[in-house]
């Protein structure tokens, strides 16, 4: 094995990393994992470990991993113009292209793109911009913004309590205020099992009603959702939801935001989830698969709607008062440039749907009796095993036993990445876009067998 000592040390002395227990780490009880390279599915660790990245960074790395064609594109732009500000009308060849190809792949409608560099900070922009929109409109109360339990939009301090998820809110005095929380559509967790999917979305959607209507629907300015819940266990809707959604939102003049950081750009075998649901969001935010996290970058796309709204505006108040020093990047814009020109070469959202489907078939198959395997859903290459000490009851396992992180860990072991996702004992399981149906299958004998390993036949 090779090691670097001293790196090491270094990383405890000095490094915080995110979502780490910073006590347990510093004293050596929780692995660093330095790592070194990677390509295409694989990333290699300082020890020489080659590892299927079943998880693609943080559902990211669309593209895969050492594409040359993202790295030059980089490097020629940081050669020619490394950096210049996007503020009063100013732009680069790299961000100006970008926003147009976003345009074109967006749903119908949406055509107009502001950059940020992170899915937090395009939701903290997200909202910004409804209230900016409601007080142009002359509605200053049409302010709060609904989100679901298990929802994640990010670690800021208003995209963290859009979040629905207890450990992004303890210790951190979140949410704040205008923001609030509904049901989260969670088949597997319905509160009546005779519900069939239809009536469990039924239920969901007169539950969103009613708290608008306790609200006040002239307070309620936006509902923000996945289109597939991804952090919160990677939770295809049930059949019909967003349809209903989507008719109490019309009916109450409610903004609807897709956060699609997770689903854009191919992940779910569509460019976009929202069409594949039949969502029409306001406002659509993007992020990991607009560059396959080569450079940081997000964005926030709205329609026609929200756009004139907001262009009206600034012609009454003045400039829009809100920016970031870094907004359209040029290195990002660049890279961003070359990754969606890189998904379309080489079909990559057509090869997420074949390949997805093979996945999550091969899952079913190989787990799906697995006497405490709860169930086994995805979307394209998005796919999630969740384990429970007795399925036919939904009857879940003591979360102090990590039974979910025990499976990961063991992945781990047999040389494959998955993750173990928060509130339950889920398999989350993400790989990059190029994934091959071998590779697949690889995935699937691993979960298998890990499963095995840890909870036995």
């Not at 519900?195 to 469990?200: I, K, L, P, T, V």
């Not at 989350?428 to 149906?437: E, I, M, N, V, Y």
Request: one cysteine or more.
């Amino acid at each position: 094995m090779l090691t670097n000592d001293q790196l090491a040390a270094r990383d405890r002395a000095a490094f915080a990393h995110p979502s780490t227990a910073w006590g347990a780490f510093e004293r050596g009880e929780v692995p660093s994992r330095i790592m070194t390279g990677g390509e295409g599915v694989y990333v290699v660790d300082r020890d020489g470990n080659h590892l299927l990245d079943a998880f693609a960074g943080l559902y990211c790395v669309n593209v895969g991993y050492g594409r040359r064609e993202i790295a030059d594109a980089i490097a020629t732009q940081a050669r020619t113009l490394a950096y210049y500000h996007a503020y009063v009308g100013h732009g680069t060849e790299a961000s100006i292209n970008l926003a147009h190809m976003i345009a074109e792949r967006a749903p119908a409608g949406l055509d107009h793109v502001y950059f940020g560099l992170s899915g937090s900070d395009a939701n903290e922009t997200n909202l910004k911009l409804v209230w900016y929109y409601n007080n142009v409109r002359g509605l200053h109360d049409k302010k709060t913004v609904i989100s679901r339990w298990r929802g994640y939009h990010g670690s800021g301090l208003m995209s963290g309590s859009l979040t629905g998820l207890a450990l992004f809110h303890e210790a951190f005095d979140l949410p704040l205020g205008r923001v609030v929380h509904t049901e989260a559509p969670y088949y597997f967790r319905r509160p009546d099992p005779a519900m069939s999917e239809a009536a469990f979305s039924s239920w969901c959607a007169e539950r969103l009603e009613a708290l608008i209507l306790e609200l006040g629907p002239e307070t309620v300015g936006a509902f923000i959702g996945e289109p597939v819940l991804g952090t919160g266990g990677i939770v295809p809707p049930p059949a019909g939801y967003w349809a209903k959604i989507q008719a109490v939102l019309d009916k109450y003049d409610v903004l609807l935001i897709a956060d699609e950081v997770v689903t854009g750009f191919g992940r779910l075998g569509t460019m976009f989830g929202s069409p594949r649901y039949g969502m029409r969001p306001d406002l659509v935010t993007v992020a990991k698969g607009l560059s396959s996290a080569y450079a940081p970058i997000s964005g926030s796309i709205m329609n026609e709607r929200v756009w004139a709204t907001l262009a009206e505006g600034t012609d009454r108040i003045g400039p829009m008062g809100h920016g970031w020093t870094y907004s359209a990047h040029p290195l990002c814009a660049a890279a961003a440039v070359a990754n969606l020109a890189l998904i379309d070469r080489l079909d990559l959202v057509a090869n997420a749907e074949a390949v997805g489907a093979n996945l999550n078939a091969g899952l079913a198959a190989a787990v799906g009796d697995h006497p405490q395997v709860g169930e086994v859903r995805g979307e394209g290459l998005l796919a999630a095993v969740e384990l429970a000490a007795d399925p036919a009851e939904r009857r879940l396992f003591d979360p102090d036993r990590k039974i979910g992180a025990a499976v990961v860990g063991a992945m781990r072991r047999r040389g494959v990445i998955a993750r173990a996702m928060p509130e339950g004992d889920i398999v989350g399981l993400a790989p990059p876009l190029c994934l091959s149906r071998e590779e697949a299958d690889r995935i699937v004998e691993v979960t298998r067998d890990a499963i095995v390993e840890v909870l036995g036949t």
